[in-house]
C-alpha cells in the first residue's frame, strides 16, 4: 500500500478501509481554499484523477456544457487552442473526457505512466483554474453568427450542432419533455446540455461569469485512485493552482454551491407535449408517470428505494415490468423505467411506449391498480432475496472494461459527495445491506414503501408525448424564421462586424500552435511487452468430445465468470441465416421445458446476473471471405452459486420457441430501443453502411445486424399485426436453428479465484455430462419470412443515404483495404489518427462545426473509412475526407506528428480491462488466432511506421480509388441526398 500521509496544505477529515475492494479512502481538505479531496489509495497502477464542480445552470443556454468545452481551449501556463486534443496525441492516457451533467461538471483522465499522469494533471488543473476562455474559442465551441454567400446570417457552433443531433434522439426529447414539470423550480428543470433554441442566447460574458462563480476551488470536489502517494498528488494540486488562489482576483474561498431542493405537488399533473418522428403513426406515444422521491444523501433510504425498484421491475417476471410488457395499452414498457438516482432528488418513472393519447388514462389507471395490488398483498421471501442478491452483484463485480475502473468508482461516488453524503456508502455497502436484510423481515415494509413514495405520494406527472413527423421540419422552419427577423435588423456595419469576427475566427483556426509548450511522452515510453492473460488449459469431455477448459485465476472480488463457446466456423448455415441475430436476441429470454419465460427470468435473477447469448467474429487474418465465428452464452455469479452452471445449459439444451407472445414482446421492445438509438449511434451506422460489401463479415453484419435488419423488423412487426401465422413460421425457424446450434462443438472459459477453481470446475464438469433430451421441433415448415429472407440478397456498391428523424448528417465514405495479417496493415492503422489529427479534426470540426470527425483502419471489413458525427454539413464533408488525402500527398510531414500518431494507438491497445474482462479478451484472441507474440509483432511494426509507408499506402488504397459513401441524412433532406447520388432508403 502507498504512502497514506497528507501534504502539508491539506488536512485529513477521515481515513476509511473497504476490505471487499482492498481500498483504503482518505478525506482532505486543502485548509486554505477549502478544495475537498477523495484519494482511494490501493495497488492498482492505472491511476485515476477527476476534478468536478457543482454546476447549477438556471436556463438552458448550455451554459455549463459550453464552458465544459471552452476551458479545453487554452490556459495561462498552456496558451494552446486545443490543449485537450493535443494531450490525447502527446500521452499514453487509457482515458481522457470532460462531462456536464444536470448538476455537475467533471474533467477525468487514467494512464498506467506516472509521468504521463503528472502530465494530464498539470494539463487539467491549468485549463480549469485558468482558462482562457477566449471569445473566438466560445464562438467555435458554442454559438456564433456567421453570413451565408447572400449574405443572410446562419448559426454556427460545435455544441449547438451537438445538441441539435441530440435534441432529435426520442429518449431525450422524452426525458426533457417530462424534466420541466417534474422539476419546476431548480436547476434540473432546465437543460444543461443546451437547448439549441435557447443555446443562441448565450454571451460570452455569461460564460466568463458562470466559471467565474461556479469553478473556484471551494466548489471543487478531486478525487483519485491508483498506487500514487496522495502527498505526491496534492503537492501538484496545491503547488501548480489551489496556492494561487490568494489576491483580490483569484480569493481563497468562494462560493460552494448547495443542493437545491424541490418546492413539492400538491396534487399529480397532466403534461402533453410532441416529439420528432418519421411518421405520426399508430402506436408511437409514450405515456408515462414520473414520481419525485426524497434525497440521493440517506444511504439506508437510497438502498431502500433500490429495493422497491427490484421488486418492481428486476426482471421480466417482476410484476410492474410484466405488466408493462405485457399490457395491450402499448407496445412495451417506457425506455423511463425504474429507479433515477442521478440527481439531488431521487425519481422514479414507470410508463409504455407504442401506446396512443387517448390510453393516458388508462395507462395511468392500470399502473396505480397494479402499485396497489402489490402494496396490498405479501410479498414472498424468494423474491426479496433475490433483490438482495442482486444488489451484492452488482456491488461485487469489478467494471473496468469501458471506462478505468477507478474512474467507474469515482463516479458512483460523485453524486453522493457533491450533495453532502459520504461516498463511501456507495462503494461499501455491507453494513445498510445487513439493515435493509433485517428490515424486510418486519411485515409489509417494502409494501410501506410502494404506498409512501409511489401510491401516496402527490408528486407525480403523468407525460403523453406523441409522435409529429411534421416537427422536425417545423423547428427548421422556426430557426430559419428566427434568422430572417435578425436579418432585418442587421445594419451593414453589423455585417461588416459578423464578417470581421468570421475572418477572425478562421486566422485562429488556421494558426500553427507551439504545441511543445505542453508536455508529452514519447515512444522510449511506450512497453516492449504487452499484458496478456494466459490461460491453464485443460482437456474436458464433454458427452463424447474431447474438448479445452481454459481456465484464468484473477481477482474477481468473489465473483465467477463462466462462458460456454460454440464453434461456428464451419457452418454456413447458421451463420447465413438472416434469423440469427434474433435467435440470440431471445435464447436467454424466452422459457425451457421447465420453466415459462417470466419464471426463467426470475430463477436467473435467484443466482446470477443473468444469461447473456451473443456472437463473436473476425475476419481471417489473409482472407477477408473467411472469417472465425463463435457463438458465446455467459453468465457471472458469486462463487457460493455455482447453480449459475446449471443455467447456461439449460439455455442451450432446454430452451422453447413457444411462447410467441413474449417473442412479440422482446421484439417490439427491440425494435423501439433500436429505432430511438439510431441518432446518437448514426457514424457507426453510416460507417457499416459504407463499408459493407468489402469483406464476408462486414456484408453479414450490415445485412443482418445493421439498418437493414431494423427495417426488416420493423416491417415483420407491421405484418404480424394482420397475419398471425408468421409466429408459428418464426417459432419453428428459430427452433431450427437451436437444434443446430446444440450439435456445435463446445469450449469452456472460467475465470475466478484459485482458491474456487476445483470446486467449480467439478460442477461444470457435471453439468456438461449431465444427460439431456435435445429439444426438437416437431414441424418442418419452408414458409418464407419474405422481411428477413430478402436480406439475404445482395447489395451493390451504390452510395446510400438512411433518411431518420434528425436535423444534422453523420457521413461516411469506406475504401477497400486489407486484413490484419497483410503487410500494408500496421501503416493503415497508423495513417487513420495521422489524418484525424493532421486535418480532418481542424476541418470537419474546429472549422465545419460537427461534434466530431476523423478515420478508422478495420481489418474485420478490411477497409480504411473516414465519418463525421452529428455534422451540419454533407458535401463539404465528403469533400473534405478527400481532401485530407491530398493533404498527406502534398505536403512535408514532422516526425513528431508520426509519433503522436503511433502513441495514440499504442495507448488504444495497451487500455487495461477488469481482471476477468482481460482474462476472457485474452482467450478470445487465442480462439480467433491471435496469440500474445502475434500480437507483440504488430507492435513492433507499427512502431516502425514511417512517413514514406502513410504516403505509400494512401496511393495504394486511397488516392482516385473506388470508394462508398454513407450517410444517415434529415427525412427533409431526401431530394437534395437523392441529386447527389445516394440511394435513398428508410427504416421499415
Known amino acids: 500500500m502507498t504512502n497514506l500521509n497528507p501534504h502539508p496544505a491539506f488536512t485529513l477529515k477521515s481515513k476509511h478501509h473497504i476490505e471487499a475492494l482492498d481500498i483504503t479512502v482518505l478525506l482532505c481538505e486543502h485548509t486554505a481554499t477549502g478544495a475537498t479531496h477523495y484519494h482511494l489509495a490501493c495497488d492498482n497502477d492505472e491511476n485515476a484523477l477527476m476534478i468536478g464542480f457543482a454546476t447549477q445552470p438556471m436556463t438552458s443556454r448550455g451554459e455549463a456544457h459550453i464552458l465544459e468545452h471552452v476551458v479545453l481551449c487554452g490556459s495561462q501556463k498552456y496558451p494552446v487552442r486545443d490543449p485537450f486534443f493535443s494531450m490525447i496525441k502527446r500521452s499514453l492516457q487509457t482515458f481522457m473526457n470532460a462531462m456536464t451533467a444536470s448538476d455537475w461538471t467533471v474533467y477525468p483522465f487514467a494512464s498506467q505512466n506516472k509521468n504521463d499522469y503528472f502530465n494530464l494533471l498539470s494539463v487539467y488543473l491549468d485549463a480549469v483554474f485558468f482558462p482562457n476562455i477566449h471569445e473566438l474559442d466560445f464562438a467555435q465551441e458554442g454559438i456564433r453568427l456567421e453570413l451565408d454567400k447572400q449574405g443572410r446570417p446562419e448559426y454556427h457552433g460545435i455544441v449547438f450542432n451537438e445538441m441539435k443531433g ?14 420541466p414539470h417534474l422539476y419546476p423550480t431548480t436547476t434540473y428543470h432546465y437543460n444543461s446540455g443546451g437547448d439549441p433554441k435557447e443555446i443562441v442566447k448565450l454571451t460570452h460574458a455569461d460564460l466568463v461569469n458562470f466559471h467565474k462563480t461556479h469553478y473556484h476551488p471551494s466548489n471543487a470536489i478531486i478525487m483519485s485512485f491508483g498506487d500514487i502517494d496522495v502527498a505526491d498528488i496534492q503537492a501538484r494540486l496545491h503547488d501548480d493552482a489551489l496556492v494561487r488562489f490568494d489576491d483580490a482576483e483569484k480569493p481563497s474561498r468562494g462560493k460552494q454551491f448547495v443542493s437545491m431542493t424541490e418546492t413539492r405537488l400538491n396534487e399529480p399533473v397532466q403534461v402533453y407535449d410532441t416529439y420528432t418522428a418519421d411518421v405520426s403513426g399508430e402506436k408511437m406515444t409514450h405515456n408515462v408517470l414520473a414520481w419525485l422521491l426524497p434525497s440521493i444523501t440517506d444511504p439506508k433510504q437510497r438502498l431502500a428505494l433500490r429495493l422497491m425498484e427490484g421488486v418492481l421491475i428486476e426482471h421480466a417476471g417482476s410484476p410492474l415490468r410484466a405488466y408493462l410488457d405485457s399490457s395491450p395499452l402499448g407496445t412495451s414498457a417506457s425506455p423511463l423505467l425504474g429507479l433515477d438516482d442521478s440527481h439531488y432528488e431521487m425519481a422514479f418513472y414507470a410508463g409504455v411506449r407504442g401506446s396512443e393519447r387517448e390510453l393516458a388514462d388508462d395507462v395511468e389507471n392500470g399502473i396505480l391498480e397494479l402499485l396497489r395490488s402489490v402494496a396490498e398483498n405479501p410479498i414472498d421471501n424468494e423474491t426479496i432475496q433475490t433483490i438482495l442478491h442482486q444488489i451484492e452483484l452488482d456491488q461485487r463485480h469489478i467494471g473496468g472494461d ?39 423481515k418486519e411485515p409489509n415494509w417494502v409494501q410501506n414503501l410502494i404506498k409512501t413514495h409511489l401510491i ?36 451593414d456595419e453589423d455585417k461588416a462586424l459578423i464578417r470581421q469576427k468570421s475572418a477572425e475566427l478562421a486566422t485562429r483556426q488556421a494558426m500553427i500552435d507551439d504545441v511543445d509548450i505542453l508536455p508529452k511522452v514519447g515512444l522510449d515510453d511506450i512497453p516492449k511487452a504487452i499484458k496478456f492473460a494466459h490461460a491453464n488449459k485443460q482437456p474436458i469431455t464433454i458427452g463424447q468430445d474431447e474438448r479445452t477448459l481454459y481456465e484464468y485465476h484473477a481477482g474477481t472480488n468473489g465473483l465467477y465468470y463462466y462462458q460456454v463457446v460454440l464453434d461456428l466456423n464451419d457452418n454456413l448455415g447458421i451463420l447465413n441465416n438472416p434469423l440469427l441475430p434474433l435467435y440470440l436476441e431471445l435464447l436467454s429470454e424466452l422459457g425451457t421445458d421447465r420453466y415459462d419465460a417470466r419464471t426463467f427470468q ?5 443466482v446470477s446476473s443473468g444469461v447473456t447469448a451473443r456472437i463473436s467474429q473476425r475476419t481471417d487474418r489473409h482472407d477477408k471471405e473467411a472469417m472465425t465465428s463463435y457463438l458465446v452464452v455467459a453468465t457471472r455469479a458469486l462463487a457460493r452459486k455455482p447453480e449459475a452452471v446449471e443455467l447456461v445449459s439449460d439455455v442451450l439444451n432446454n430452451t422453447i420457441f413457444t411462447e410467441t407472445d413474449r417473442m412479440s414482446e422482446l421484439l417490439q421492445q427491440k425494435q423501439a430501443s433500436w429505432q430511438s438509438r439510431l441518432s446518437a449511434s448514426g457514424h457507426s451506422y453510416a460507417i457499416q453502411t459504407a463499408s459493407r460489401s468489402m469483406s464476408k463479415l462486414s456484408s453479414l453484419e450490415y ?16 405484418q404480424s399485426e394482420t397475419d398471425q401465422a408468421v409466429w408459428q413460421t418464426l417459432s419453428v425457424r428459430l427452433a431450427q436453428i437451436h437444434e443446430q446450434v446444440q450439435n456445435l462443438p463446445k469450449d469452456v472459459i472460467l475465470v475466478c479465484e484459485s482458491d474456487k477453481a476445483d470446486e467449480l470446475k467439478a460442477v461444470i464438469k457435471d453439468v456438461l455430462n449431465t444427460p439431456h433430451k435435445p429439444v426438437k421441433s416437431s414441424v418442418v415448415v419452408h414458409d418464407t419470412l419474405l422481411a428477413f429472407d430478402e436480406l439475404s440478397n445482395s447489395d451493390d456498391n451504390k452510395d446510400i443515404a438512411w433518411l431518420i428523424a434528425t436535423n444534422v448528417y453523420h457521413n461516411a465514405t469506406a475504401y477497400p483495404a486489407t486484413t490484419s495479417g497483410h503487410e500494408d496493415t500496421p501503416a493503415l492503422t497508423v495513417l487513420a489518427p495521422f489524418l484525424r489529427n493532421g486535418y480532418l479534426h481542424s476541418a470537419i470540426r474546429e472549422k465545419g462545426g460537427a461534434y466530431g470527425g476523423g478515420a478508422s483502419f ?33 505536403n512535408d510531414h514532422d516526425a513528431d506528428k508520426l509519433e503522436e500518431a ?15 474482462g482481460e482474462a476472457v479478451k485474452a482467450c478470445f484472441s487465442e480462439l480467433h488466432g491471435r496469440t500474445k507474440e502475434m500480437q507483440e509483432a504488430i507492435r513492433a511494426k507499427l512502431l516502425a511506421v514511417t512517413i514514406d509507408d502513410l504516403k505509400r499506402v494512401a496511393h495504394t488504397y486511397l488516392k482516385d480509388k473506388p470508394h462508398v459513401k454513407a450517410s444517415l441524412a434529415p427525412l427533409e433532406k431526401e431530394s437534395q441526398m437523392a441529386e447527389l447520388g445516394f440511394d435513398c432508403h428508410k427504416i421499415g
Open 166 to 179: 441530440a435534441m432529435s434522439g426520442e429518449i431525450d426529447q422524452l426525458y426533457y419533455a417530462l424534466a
Open 402 to 440: 469501458s471506462m478505468p475502473y477507478g474512474l467507474t468508482l469515482m463516479l458512483e461516488g460523485f453524486g453522493t459527495a457533491l450533495h453532502g453524503g459520504n461516498p463511501v456508502d456507495m462503494w461499501e455497502i455491507d453494513e445498510h445491506l445487513s439493515w435493509l436484510s433485517e428490515q424486510v
Open 858 to 890: 478495420d481489418a474485420n471489413s478490411a477497409s480504411f473509412r473516414f465519418y463525421s458525427y452529428r455534422d451540419p454539413h454533407c458535401v463539404a464533408t465528403f469533400l473534405h475526407f478527400e481532401k485530407s488525402i491530398d493533404w498527406l500527398l502534398d
Open 703 to 718: 445485412r443482418y445486424s445493421g439498418l437493414p435488419a431494423l427495417s426488416a423488423l420493423k416491417s415483420f412487426l407491421k
Open 902 to 916: 503511433i502513441l495514440g494507438i499504442i495507448g488504444g491497445m495497451d487500455k487495461p480491462a477488469s481482471p476477468a
Open 456 to 491: 401516496d405520494n402527490p408528486h407525480r406527472v403523468r407525460l403523453t408525448l406523441s409522435p409529429d413527423k411534421d416537427k422536425a421540419q417545423r423547428l427548421i422552419d422556426d430557426e430559419k424564421a428566427s434568422l430572417d427577423k435578425l436579418n432585418t435588423t442587421l445594419s
Open 602 to 606: 426470475a430463477v436467473q435473477a435467484s
